[in-house]
Structure formats: structure tokens, C-alpha cells
């Protein structure tokens, strides 16, 4: 699967570094002064290294976590997201980190320490407060798993801050760990769908929607709480009837009270990042569709953008009580 | 496709398994055909660099590909062995280059150390040549990455020194890789194919053109109307029916928008 491994030198002699080297013992590994050297530099075609990314393993300076845009979280009154790992094993083609990137390959930062240490410092500032991490920002927080190691070292540190909470968001079928672990009350998996027929045009490598539902089933059956994240919104062709068949497999092989929580998001993206995926992928039907500029975002028309939530809200309503819907809007 | 070869003898098996006629270039020694050109640069930074300038000066397409080959020494692999440079290092700067290895290829992947001089230091994993990093370093505002590459055939090593190569011999060595290059240019070739605008949509949008006058702004948003008449595989000809009786170029715009709305949905 990785077949190069860059390496900043720093980081060499990380046992996290020889831990991952082990698990790739015919990689070629090369080694670098700092990730930039390879991640950054611009002209490099994020399309073609997505068709074979390589791993560069370094260390994140500087802050680690970071306040998520208002009216993104799910409750808590203070919210953070952080990222040990930028990009994914998958290809999605509405995705941001297309345009946001210059390269495709995963660039994993391995001082999870760093990461936990500031959490622990952002979770003691405000007491008496719940407090959320959102860890599947920049990558989906579960794929990548046998590689990264990251919720086998992240839930119990989770264990220790009971009123904190972490969402690993996913779309992959990758919960060997969870299910080997202590269910921790604080943890939300949260699962992001389209309806299948749209998963199948566009994101490219996601399990289908049928095998997340089962992974989502066993999680409720040992006791997890879980996110259904229904984000981003994409108007296609039989709309309506789409998104209700996809909640109706959800919610037949789930019970309501196993949903701790679900987010509606429509489609929103920086015009530069939007640009930039269109030259990547010119004949995309995704991105020739209708959408409109509003102050610097591509999204839908206003009108459109409120009738896919309207509907899904409502279909939503149908299943879990309004408290537990969240919206998220830029 | 670009070929920057240092010497004759290496670039022989090139051009012969190419066909490429000698052009009158008078600053260099170039060959060429339809698809491919190669220039004979000279030993070392400088040369490789005014060579790439040439074949740069002669007007090249967009987000060409280009190919330095040649003879190297190396630490650690066997003479006559081949490699792709994965990290390009200036040995005076210590400057490196990380060239993307995104191609499917045989050929396995090395360090590659540039020097001024040529080198009998062999490090373990490194390969030593004159001209890699002047290579890469010169192309870099002309082209992708991934579009650059470097291969090297190893003539030199610990073993065998460097004072017992011979032009025949780097022709020979090189023959006998000239499959598995022609194979990556061809990887090349393919993804650079993958990557550019449709020539389909190019040739309908000059084709509209025709009808009216078009601002450059109207030009533009005429082209990726069209592209997006593609992306939907919508036939084009009622896209050519829309202009064509459309009053003007603006109204040719607002016409094919209009049309357009309510065919955008993804299936």
C-alpha cells in the first residue's frame, strides 16, 4: 500500500517512527530535513499522487489545536479541532483538502504527545465546561488506523478527562480498535454519508453504505455513542427519495437512542479551493453543477442550499428528537 | 517528451529506439520526432541547465514531461542496475528535490547526490552524478513535478571505479534499460493525457466562437459552459444550437446558462 516513506530526521529514532517502518518493511524510506520539503512546494499534482501518496512521517510544531468554525459543533460550549494527520485514504470529490493542499500523501505527525498535552491544558481551562475535539478535520480519523495508531493512543487519554469530548469522524469500516477497547462515554464515532447512489460517483474508495451501517450496528451493539454526519448535502436526482432510503437503512439497523448526535451541513467551499479542484478534475459533473459565489464561498443557490436541508430535516425529524439535530452553516 | 542527456554515447539507444532525426539546432545537439525531443546538454550544472533553456526557448506545450537519463556511480547497487531519483541532492548546498514518484514503474526508487566534480565517495543508497539536480532545479516554474524525472543507470560503484567506463560501455548500459525508460515516459505521457483540459472542448469552444464576438470574459465563461456540457455528456450540438441563434455573445451566454440549470443535477 506505501510503498515511499519520507522521514524528517528529527523523528527518525521515534519509536513511532520504527513502529510504522515495521508494519512496511519493503518501503523505500527517505529521509528530509522538515515535511515542507516535500509537502509544500507548489506545481505538484494532488490527482496524480492520489493515485499512489506516499507516507512522510514528522513532527507538528507550533499550535496544535484549533477553535472549529461557530455553529460547527454538536453542543459542547468549547470546541477544538487538531489534526495528527493531514489528507486521506479516500478521494471524495467534493472534498476540501483537494484544493487545500498542494500534495496528496499523507503527512503524519507523530508527537502525539504534543497533541495530548494541549488538550489536557485547553480541557483544564475552562472547568465545569464541556469541552469538544474534533479529530476528523483534515483526514478521516478512523482509516488509516493500522498505520497511524491514533485512537488506540488518544481514547485513554480520553478516559481521563471525563468532561471532554473527542469525535472521530469516518466513513471507513476500520473499528478493530474500538471494539477491543472500554467503551468510554465521552467518545462519539461519527459517520458521515451520502446516499449510495451519490457515494458511488463520488467518493471514490469509501466502503459502501451498507458495510458502514454494519461497522456503525456492532459499535452501538458494545455500547458507543455515535455521530451521523450528513455533510455535505448533494442535490442530485431523486433527491428526497434518495436521502430517505439512507435514513431508513440507518435508522432500521440502529436504535434512535444509540445517535448521540446529527449534523446537517450543505455544500460550502472557498472559492480558491473550489477553483483549484475544478483545473484538477475539468469533467467532474460534481463541480458542474449549479452553484453560486456568496462572499467568497461556492455553495448552492440560497433557495436550493434551504430545500435539501428543509427536506432532510424534516426525514431526519422523523427519527431522532430535535435536540440531538445540529446545522452546520458558515 | 523532453530527453536532457549529457553525452552522445548515452543518448545513442534513445534516439535509436525513438527514431529521432538531428534537427540544425546550432547550440546544442538535438534530435526529434513528433512526439519526442532529446538535446545532448554536456558534462555537468551549467550545460544541463542552458540545454533545458534551449529546449524551453523552443516554445514546448503546456505541462510537458521530461526525462534526465544517463550513467551514475552508487553506493550500493550493482553496476549496470537502474534507478529513479527519489531525492535530488546538491552536494554543494546540500539543496534537495523530492521529484513525486507517482508513475508505475520497475525501476526502483534511489537518492541521487549531484556533484561538481566527479565523485569516487560512495555513501550506501546514494547515487552520484553531474547533472540531476541542475536538472530538475531548472524546470521547476515550467512544469508539474511529477513531470520530472531523473533515471540513472549505475556504471560506478565501490567495486568497479569510475576510471574503467567507456562510451561504448554507457551506450550498452543504457540499451540495455531502454525499455523500462521508454515505459515511463510513457507513464508520463499517460498522465499528463489525464490531467489536460479535453482538445474535445477545446475544439467546440473555438468551433462557437465563430458565431459571435465574445469579450475575453464571455470567451471564458463560454468554455466552461461547454466543459460542463461535457461533464454532464449532454451532446454538444444542441450546446452549438443555443449559440448559434442566440442574438450575441451575451445573449449566447445567458441562453446557455438558462438551459443549463436544470440539467447540472449529479444522477
Same mark, same amino acid.
Not at chain 1, 218 to 237: N, Q, S
Not at chain 2, 37 to 66: D, F, M, P, Y
Not at chain 2, 122 to 151: K, N
Given at each position: 500500500m506505501i510503498e515511499l516513506i519520507y522521514i524528517e530526521k528529527e523523528i527518525r529514532k521515534h519509536p513511532r517512527t520504527e513502529e510504522i517502518l515495521s508494519r512496511f518493511p519493503k518501503a523505500k524510506?527517505?529521509?528530509?530535513?522538515?515535511?515542507?520539503?516535500i509537502f509544500n512546494p507548489s506545481a505538484q499534482s494532488f490527482r496524480l499522487q492520489k493515485k499512489k501518496p506516499a507516507l512522510i512521517l514528522a513532527r507538528q510544531h507550533g499550535k496544535l489545536i484549533h477553535?472549529?468554525?461557530?455553529?460547527?459543533?454538536?453542543?459542547?460550549?468549547?470546541?477544538?479541532?487538531?489534526?495528527?494527520?493531514?489528507?486521506?485514504?479516500?478521494?471524495?470529490?467534493?472534498?476540501?483538502?483537494?484544493?487545500?493542499?498542494?500534495?496528496?500523501?499523507?503527512?503524519?505527525?507523530?508527537?502525539?504527545?504534543?497533541?495530548?498535552?494541549?488538550?489536557?491544558?485547553?480541557?483544564?481551562?475552562?472547568?465545569?465546561?464541556?469541552?469538544?475535539?474534533?479529530?476528523?478535520?483534515?483526514c478521516d480519523s478512523l482509516a488509516l488506523e493500522s498505520v497511524t495508531g491514533f485512537a488506540k493512543h488518544f481514547l485513554p487519554l480520553f478516559r481521563d478527562l471525563p468532561h471532554s469530548w473527542l469525535e472521530l469522524r469516518t466513513k471507513s469500516v476500520a473499528i478493530r480498535e474500538l471494539m477491543k477497547t472500554e467503551v468510554l462515554g465521552n467518545v462519539v464515532v461519527a459517520f458521515s454519508f451520502?446516499?449510495?447512489?451519490?457515494?458511488e460517483q463520488i467518493e471514490h474508495g469509501v466502503p459502501p453504505v451498507s458495510s458502514r451501517i454494519e461497522a456503525m450496528k456492532k459499535l452501538a451493539r458494545k455500547g458507543w455513542k455515535l455521530g451521523l454526519r450528513i455533510d455535505p448535502l448533494i442535490d442530485c436526482k431523486d433527491f428526497e427519495s434518495r436521502y430517505r432510503r439512507l435514513f431508513q437503512s440507518i435508522f432500521d439497523a440502529l436504535q434512535s437512542g444509540s445517535i448521540h448526535s446529527v449534523s446537517l451541513g450543505s455544500f460550502r467551499m472557498p472559492s480558491g479551493f473550489f477553483k483549484k479542484i475544478e483545473k484538477q478534475h475539468p469533467s467532474e459533473p460534481l463541480l458542474a453543477a449549479n452553484w453560486e459565489s456568496r462572499k467568497g464561498m461556492i455553495s448552492y443557490p440560497q433557495e436550493t442550499e434551504s430545500a435539501l436541508r428543509d427536506i432532510c430535516k424534516n426525514l431526519l425529524l422523523e427519527h431522532v428528537p430535535r435536540q440531538r439535530l445540529f446545522q452546520c452553516e458558515t | 517528451m523532453n530527453f536532457v542527456i549529457a553525452f552522445q554515447a548515452?543518448?545513442?539507444?534513445?534516439?535509436?529506439?525513438?527514431?529521432?532525426?538531428?534537427?540544425?539546432?546550432?547550440?546544442?545537439?538535438?534530435?526529434?520526432?513528433?512526439?519526442h525531443r532529446l538535446v545532448i546538454s554536456g558534462l555537468g550544472k551549467v550545460r544541463t541547465r542552458k540545454a533545458v533553456e534551449h529546449l524551453l526557448s523552443q516554445g514546448l506545450k503546456k505541462n510537458s514531461c521530461w526525462l534526465n537519463v544517463g550513467i551514475a556511480g552508487h553506493g550500493s547497487l550493482e553496476v549496470g542496475n537502474a534507478f529513479l531519483a527519489a531525492k535530488i541532492q546538491d552536494e554543494v548546498d546540500g539543496g534537495c528535490f523530492f521529484p513525486p514518484l507517482v508513475h508505475p514503474t520497475n525501476l526502483p526508487p534511489s537518492t541521487l547526490i549531484s556533484c561538481e566534480q566527479p565523485s569516487t565517495a560512495y555513501l550506501p543508497d546514494c547515487g552520484y552524478d553531474m547533472e540531476g539536480h541542475a536538472f530538475y532545479g531548472a524546470l521547476l516554474s515550467e512544469t508539474l513535478r511529477e513531470?520530472?524525472?531523473?533515471?540513472?543507470?549505475?556504471?560506478?560503484?565501490?567495486?568497479?571505479?569510475?576510471?574503467?567506463?567507456?562510451?561504448?560501455?554507457?551506450?550498452?548500459?543504457?540499451?540495455?534499460? *531502454? &525499455?523500462?525508460?521508454?515505459? =515511463?515516459?510513457?507513464?508520463?505521457?499517460?498522465?499528463? +493525457?489525464?490531467?489536460?483540459?479535453?482538445? #474535445?472542448?477545446?475544439?467546440?469552444?473555438?468551433?462557437?466562437?465563430?458565431?459571435?464576438?465574445?469579450? *475575453? &470574459?464571455?470567451?471564458?465563461? =463560454?468554455?466552461?459552459?461547454?466543459?460542463?456540457?461535457? +461533464?454532464?455528456?449532454?451532446?454538444?450540438? #444542441?450546446?452549438?444550437?443555443?449559440?448559434?441563434?442566440?442574438?450575441?455573445?451575451?445573449?449566447?451566454?445567458? &441562453?446557455?446558462?438558462?438551459? =443549463?440549470?436544470?440539467?447540472?443535477q449529479l444522477r
Amino acid at each position: 500500500m506505501i510503498e515511499l516513506i519520507y522521514i524528517e530526521k528529527e523523528i527518525r529514532k521515534h519509536p513511532r517512527t520504527e513502529e510504522i517502518l515495521s508494519r512496511f518493511p519493503k518501503a523505500k524510506v527517505l529521509s528530509c530535513n522538515h515535511y515542507k520539503e516535500i509537502f509544500n512546494p507548489s506545481a505538484q499534482s494532488f490527482r496524480l499522487q492520489k493515485k499512489k501518496p506516499a507516507l512522510i512521517l514528522a513532527r507538528q510544531h507550533g499550535k496544535l489545536i484549533h477553535p472549529i468554525p461557530p455553529s460547527y459543533g454538536v453542543g459542547g460550549a468549547q470546541n477544538y479541532y487538531f489534526s495528527h494527520l493531514l489528507n486521506c485514504l479516500y478521494d471524495c470529490r467534493y472534498c476540501f483538502l483537494q484544493g487545500m493542499y498542494p500534495s496528496a500523501h499523507y503527512l503524519l505527525f507523530l508527537n502525539y504527545e504534543d497533541f495530548a498535552e494541549e488538550i489536557v491544558h485547553a480541557s483544564r481551562k475552562h472547568p465545569g465546561e464541556e469541552s469538544w475535539f474534533f479529530s476528523g478535520y483534515d483526514c478521516d480519523s478512523l482509516a488509516l488506523e493500522s498505520v497511524t495508531g491514533f485512537a488506540k493512543h488518544f481514547l485513554p487519554l480520553f478516559r481521563d478527562l471525563p468532561h471532554s469530548w473527542l469525535e472521530l469522524r469516518t466513513k471507513s469500516v476500520a473499528i478493530r480498535e474500538l471494539m477491543k477497547t472500554e467503551v468510554l462515554g465521552n467518545v462519539v464515532v461519527a459517520f458521515s454519508f451520502t446516499p449510495e447512489e451519490i457515494s458511488e460517483q463520488i467518493e471514490h474508495g469509501v466502503p459502501p453504505v451498507s458495510s458502514r451501517i454494519e461497522a456503525m450496528k456492532k459499535l452501538a451493539r458494545k455500547g458507543w455513542k455515535l455521530g451521523l454526519r450528513i455533510d455535505p448535502l448533494i442535490d442530485c436526482k431523486d433527491f428526497e427519495s434518495r436521502y430517505r432510503r439512507l435514513f431508513q437503512s440507518i435508522f432500521d439497523a440502529l436504535q434512535s437512542g444509540s445517535i448521540h448526535s446529527v449534523s446537517l451541513g450543505s455544500f460550502r467551499m472557498p472559492s480558491g479551493f473550489f477553483k483549484k479542484i475544478e483545473k484538477q478534475h475539468p469533467s467532474e459533473p460534481l463541480l458542474a453543477a449549479n452553484w453560486e459565489s456568496r462572499k467568497g464561498m461556492i455553495s448552492y443557490p440560497q433557495e436550493t442550499e434551504s430545500a435539501l436541508r428543509d427536506i432532510c430535516k424534516n426525514l431526519l425529524l422523523e427519527h431522532v428528537p430535535r435536540q440531538r439535530l445540529f446545522q452546520c452553516e458558515t | 517528451m523532453n530527453f536532457v542527456i549529457a553525452f552522445q554515447a548515452e543518448a545513442k539507444p534513445i534516439i535509436e529506439a525513438l527514431q529521432l532525426s538531428k534537427t540544425d539546432d546550432r547550440l546544442f545537439p538535438c534530435y526529434q520526432n513528433e512526439r519526442h525531443r532529446l538535446v545532448i546538454s554536456g558534462l555537468g550544472k551549467v550545460r544541463t541547465r542552458k540545454a533545458v533553456e534551449h529546449l524551453l526557448s523552443q516554445g514546448l506545450k503546456k505541462n510537458s514531461c521530461w526525462l534526465n537519463v544517463g550513467i551514475a556511480g552508487h553506493g550500493s547497487l550493482e553496476v549496470g542496475n537502474a534507478f529513479l531519483a527519489a531525492k535530488i541532492q546538491d552536494e554543494v548546498d546540500g539543496g534537495c528535490f523530492f521529484p513525486p514518484l507517482v508513475h508505475p514503474t520497475n525501476l526502483p526508487p534511489s537518492t541521487l547526490i549531484s556533484c561538481e566534480q566527479p565523485s569516487t565517495a560512495y555513501l550506501p543508497d546514494c547515487g552520484y552524478d553531474m547533472e540531476g539536480h541542475a536538472f530538475y532545479g531548472a524546470l521547476l516554474s515550467e512544469t508539474l513535478r511529477e513531470f520530472v524525472q531523473v533515471v540513472k543507470i549505475v556504471s560506478d560503484n565501490p567495486k568497479s571505479p569510475i576510471n574503467e567506463i567507456t562510451p561504448a560501455k554507457a551506450t550498452s548500459m543504457i540499451e540495455t534499460h *531502454v &525499455t523500462s525508460v521508454l515505459e =515511463l515516459t510513457g507513464e508520463m505521457e499517460k498522465s499528463r +493525457a489525464e490531467i489536460l483540459p479535453s482538445e #474535445e472542448v477545446g475544439q467546440i469552444h473555438q468551433s462557437l466562437l465563430r458565431y459571435h464576438h465574445f469579450s *475575453v &470574459t464571455r470567451s471564458h465563461q =463560454l468554455y466552461d459552459l461547454t466543459r460542463h456540457v461535457f +461533464a454532464h455528456q449532454i451532446d454538444p450540438r #444542441e450546446l452549438t444550437d443555443k449559440v448559434r441563434f442566440a442574438k450575441d455573445g451575451r445573449d449566447a451566454i445567458t &441562453t446557455v446558462e438558462n438551459w =443549463l440549470k436544470g440539467k447540472r443535477q449529479l444522477r
